[in-house]
């Protein structure tokens, strides 16, 4: 049996373009009003042929943003999580989430980590949400050189702050550590 493979295309003249019903046609988006998207392309290839268009509001998909589970290819579209069957070549699930910007998927022990740009989540392999967890500021880090470390056990992201945040299935483990040399608030 060949391998499945996917592979992420910026579709070129499409950049920020508005909403546009037309050219939306057949693709799969979220809906956040008339603001700007980026239109990309997912293809899979092997075990299934398939290229889906994906207008992704903001900011293009990237390969943190999109996984392949098996049969699944799920992928996150600013605050949503779309999921699609590709032995049935169906849309199975769209989740929205209240908040900022989903930034990765990552498949992790029996479900799934979802880093977010305000809030951490654990979905379980049903996509149903086990915890969530937030932060001082924002989860994002310009000053570690690794602002998230996957492990066999447990999950590492820092936030804006500086603080480094451990998590497992069950949520955050043990206390948030400070480490002042990462907090993006403070001057150089």
């Not at 392949?68 to 699609?84: A, K, P, Q, T, Y």
Request: glycine fraction near 6%; hydrophobic fraction near 40%.
């Amino acid at each position: 049996m060949s391998q499945t493979n996917i592979k992420i295309t910026i579709l070129k003249d499409t950049l920020r373009v508005p909403l546009d019903a037309q050219a939306l046609q057949n693709a799969i988006f979220v809906e956040s009003g008339n603001e700007h998207y980026v239109l990309s392309q997912i293809t899979v290839s092997g075990k299934y042929d398939r290229e889906y268009t994906v207008a992704s509001y903001f900011l293009p998909l990237d390969e943190f943003r999109v996984l392949l589970d098996g049969d699944l290819l799920i992928f996150c579209l600013f605050h949503e999580l779309v999921v699609i069957d590709l032995a049935k070549d169906k849309l199975i699930k769209s989740i929205a989430f209240d908040g900022y910007e989903l930034l990765r998927i990552i498949k992790f022990k029996s479900g799934y980590f979802l880093h977010g740009e305000a809030e951490n989540r654990f979905l379980d392999k049903h996509f149903k949400t086990v915890w969530e967890a937030g932060a001082v500021d924002i989860f994002a880090n310009s000053k570690a050189e690794k602002d998230l470390e996957i492990y066999d056990d447990f999950i590492t992201v820092f936030d804006w702050c500086g603080y480094k945040h451990v998590y497992d299935e069950v949520g955050e483990v043990g206390f948030s550590t400070y480490y002042p040399e990462y907090n993006c608030n403070e001057e150089e």
